[in-house]
C-alpha cells in the first residue's frame, strides 16, 4: 500500500492499534475483488474506507465481519493473529457492522429485530428456563432507540408496518446497543435526515471518545471532513493510499479515489447542467388531479410536460414515494384521475402503466429492483420479452445482443452479459435496472432516489443519462432526499409535507451561481418545513 501525501501523526483519541489487516486477497469467479489489501485502524480513531463501486470495500468488509474469507492474508486484532470465520466470531472479538442493505425480519417486532443474533442482550426469565424476558430486553435498548426516534410503543410493532427510515434505525441500533470494539458503518446515511444525520454522527463522535474504533464507509465525501481522522483509499481492488482527512479537500480526495483527470468531471454544490428544453415550449404528457388517499395523499395534483425533469422534494414520510406508486398502479387510491396525453387512463396494475410508456427505478433496489440470480441478459430483457422474441420463442442471441447494447451505452462493468446481478457493483447494478426500464421504450421515466448508495462517479453518469433522456423527449420524475441533487437535475420542482402539496420552484434557473444555489435550497427548505408550526 502506498502512502498519501499526508503523513500519518498521532490523532485525538487514537492510542493502540487494533487491527491490521494484511496482504487481503480475494478472488471470485476469476475476478480478483481484492489484491493485495492493507487496512490500519487505531483504537477511537473514525476511519473512513473510500473508493468507488466495484472497488473492493464491500469484500473487504464481508471478511472483516466474518461473512466471508480471504484467499490469502492475515488479520492482527489487538496484536494478536486471529481467523474470522463466521460472523459470530466476530461478534465475540467485538466487531459490529450497519450494513448498507436492511436485514429486517418483516413480522418480528422491532425489539426482535434488534435482539437477532445479540446473545449479550438475551435476558432469560429464570437461569432454569430458555424463555426470553423481553421487558428486560427493552430496558437495555429503550435509550438508544428513543434517540433515533424509535418509541416504546413501536419496540413492540412487526417491523414490516414501517418505511426504509424506520429500519435504517433499527439497524442503527441493533450495532450501537452490544457496546462494539470496533464499528463498521456501510453507508450509514442512506435515507436519512439531516437532523438524523447529525444524531448519528454525535453518536459516532461518543463513541470514539469511548475508545470505539469506527470504519466509515460513504459515498457522500462532504461528511468525511470535521468527522473521519484518517482514511484508506481503495480503487480496482487495491489499498492505494492511507492518509491523514486534515490538509485534503473534495478535489482531493476524488483524484485518490478515481485519479487526477476525474475531479474535473464531479459536479460541483453549486453547479447545474441542464437539459436544452424550455418550459413553455413544451406540451402536456402527464396531469395527476386530485389523487387521494386516506391519511396517505391528501388532494395532490400536478402536470408534467415532454423533456421536463420534474423533481419531488419531502421529508421521509411527506408521500413522495407513495404518489408515484400510485401513478405506477402499485398502490390503490381512494380517488382521482390520471390524464395522459390529455385522456383519462386508469391505471390499476404496473402492466398498464408499462404499456402505457409509464415505468419507474424504485427506491429499494435490493427488494424491489433485483432479482439476484438472474444474469444482466434476463434482468434486461424481463420487462420486455416480446424484444427477444423470434418466431414465437425466445432467443438467446437477441438477449445477448439486447443486454450488450445496453451494457455498452450506459457503461456497465461486467465481466460478461451472463454475469449474475448479484455480483455487480450497486452502481452497476443500478444501470442495469434503468436498462431494463429503457427496454420498454417509456414515455416517462419515475427515478426513486436513483443515486442512493453509489459513488460519486457513478452519480454523474447516472444524472448523465437523466439529462440526456430528457433530452431525447423523455419526460422524467425524480424523487430524490438531498435536495442539492434535485437542484442540479431538475427543471421544476414540487413540494410535498404530510401528503399534501405546500409548494413548487416553477423553473429552477440553468445556471446557479453559489448564493443563488443556497437561495433556492433555503427556498425549498422554507416549504418542507412551513407546516411543521
Not at 146 to 159: K, Q, S, V, Y
Not at 280 to 294: G, M, P
Amino acid at each position: 500500500m502506498r502512502d498519501g501525501a499526508h503523513a500519518e501523526n498521532s490523532l485525538p483519541g487514537a492510542s493502540s492499534q487494533i487491527l491490521k489487516m494484511a496482504h487481503i486477497s480475494k478472488r471470485y469467479q476469476g475476478v480478483q475483488a481484492l489484491d493485495n489489501v492493507e487496512l490500519n485502524l487505531k483504537t477511537g480513531e473514525i476511519h473512513a474506507l473510500l473508493g468507488g463501486n466495484g472497488a473492493g470495500k464491500s469484500t473487504l468488509l464481508k471478511i472483516l465481519s466474518g461473512l466471508t474469507t480471504p484467499d490469502e492474508g492475515s488479520i492482527l486484532f489487538q496484536g494478536a493473529p486471529v481467523s474470522i470465520d463466521t460472523p459470530r466470531i466476530a461478534q465475540e472479538l467485538g466487531i459490529s457492522m450497519i450494513h448498507q442493505e436492511l436485514s429486517i425480519i418483516p413480522d418480528l417486532s422491532i425489539l426482535e429485530n434488534i435482539c437477532l443474533g445479540q446473545d449479550s442482550l438475551i435476558t432469560q426469565r429464570t437461569k432454569w428456563t430458555p424463555w426470553v424476558n423481553r421487558r428486560e430486553i427493552a430496558k437495555k435498548v429503550r435509550s438508544v432507540a428513543t434517540e433515533f426516534g424509535i418509541t416504546e410503543d413501536e419496540l413492540w410493532r412487526p417491523a414490516g408496518e414501517f418505511g426504509a427510515l424506520k429500519k435504517r434505525a433499527v439497524e442503527i441500533v441493533r450495532s450501537l446497543v452490544v457496546q462494539p470494539k470496533i464499528l463498521i458503518l456501510d453507508e450509514p446515511t442512506s435515507g436519512l435526515e439531516e437532523h438524523e444525520k447529525e444524531l448519528l454522527f454525535e453518536h459516532m463522535r461518543s463513541l470514539q471518545r469511548l475508545g470505539v474504533a469506527l470504519i466509515w464507509v460513504t459515498h457522500h465525501l462532504d461528511e468525511v471532513f470535521g468527522l473521519a481522522d484518517t482514511a484508506t483509499i481503495m480503487r480496482d481492488g487495491q489499498s492505494v493510499a492511507h492518509t491523514q482527512i486534515k490538509g485534503l479537500n473534495l478535489n482531493d480526495l476524488i483524484s485518490l479515489m478515481f485519479g487526477s483527470e476525474a475531479a474535473a468531471l464531479i459536479e460541483q454544490p453549486g453547479s447545474k447542467k441542464k437539459s436544452s428544453n424550455k418550459n413553455s415550449n413544451r406540451s402536456k404528457i402527464l396531469d395527476v388531479v386530485q389523487f387521494k388517499r386516506a391519511g396517505i395523499l391528501k388532494d395532490i395534483s400536478f402536470s408534467l410536460a415532454e423533456g421536463e425533469i420534474l423533481g419531488i422534494a419531502g421529508l421521509a414520510g411527506a408521500g413522495r414515494t407513495e404518489l408515484v406508486r400510485a401513478i405506477m398502479g402499485i398502490d390503490k387510491i381512494d380517488s382521482g384521475t390520471v390524464n395522459f396525453f390529455g385522456e383519462e387512463k386508469k391505471i390499476s396494475h404496473p402492466k398498464k402503466a408499462y404499456d402505457l410508456g409509464i415505468a419507474m427505478v424504485p427506491e429499494d433496489r435490493k427488494v424491489l429492483g433485483i432479482l439476484s440470480e438472474f444474469s444482466l441478459e434476463k434482468s434486461i430483457s424481463i420487462s420486455k420479452l416480446s424484444s427477444i422474441v423470434k418466431s414465437g420463442f425466445l432467443n438467446s442471441k437477441n438477449e445477448r445482443d439486447l443486454a450488450s447494447n445496453y451494457i455498452r451505452k450506459l457503461s456497465i462493468k461486467t465481466p460478461n452479459s451472463g454475469e449474475k446481478i448479484r455480483n455487480l457493483s450497486g452502481g452497476n447494478q443500478q444501470k442495469v435496472i434503468i436498462s431494463r426500464c429503457l427496454n420498454t421504450n417509456p414515455k416517462i421515466l419515475i427515478f426513486d432516489e436513483p443515486t442512493q448508495g453509489i459513488d460519486v462517479a457513478s452519480k454523474v453518469e447516472v444524472h448523465k443519462l437523466i439529462r440526456d433522456l430528457a433530452g431525447e423527449g423523455k419526460s422524467v420524475i425524480v424523487i430524490a432526499s438531498e435536495i442539492s441533487e434535485l437542484i442540479r437535475l431538475s427543471d421544476r420542482i414540487i413540494i410535498l409535507r404530510e401528503g399534501s402539496l405546500v409548494g413548487e420552484i416553477e423553473e429552477v434557473p440553468e445556471k446557479i451561481e453559489l448564493n443563488g444555489y443556497e437561495n433556492v435550497e433555503r427556498d425549498i427548505l422554507q416549504k418542507i418545513s412551513r407546516l411543521k408550526s
